[in-house]
């Protein structure tokens, strides 16, 4: 099993920064994408950015130029910098990670945070 903690979420103006980060842990062999969604109220949960092992990224078309996404492979956490908020960046915003584990064999399977809310105010 693989556990993903996140934290940074929090209430910021609009212009505003914040940062959040999700650490993974368990029975990890190799994370090959974690990203970050997010899920506004009455909304689907959508993506906000991804990264791959490889150091590719890619973003939301809403968050570009405004979002970065970081790993660390070594340390297998995920860090999200957020600036210029806008209010339609509110919501929960949860870390997933594409992970390979080893038991009898290797296999894959995708894992969720608990999720951190990020409010905006205009």
């Known amino acids: 099993q693989v556990q993903l903690v996140e934290s940074g979420g929090g209430l910021v103006q609009a212009g505003g920064s914040l940062r959040l980060s999700c650490a993974a842990t368990g029975n990890i062999f190799t994370i090959n994408v974690m990203g970050w969604y997010r899920q506004a109220p009455g909304k689907q949960r959508e993506l906000v950015a991804g990264?791959?092992?490889?150091?590719?990224?890619n973003y939301a078309d809403s968050v570009k130029g405004r979002f970065t996404i970081s790993r660390d492979n070594a340390k297998n956490t995920v860090h999200l910098q957020m600036n210029s908020l806008k209010p339609e960046d509110t919501g929960v915003y949860y870390c997933?990670?594409?992970?390979?584990?080893?038991?009898?064999?290797?296999?894959?399977?995708?894992?969720w945070g608990q999720g951190t809310q990020v409010t905006v105010s205009s």
């Open positions: 990264a791959s092992s490889g150091g590719t990224t």
């Open positions: 997933k990670a594409d992970v390979t584990s080893y038991g009898v064999t290797y296999y894959r399977k995708d894992y």
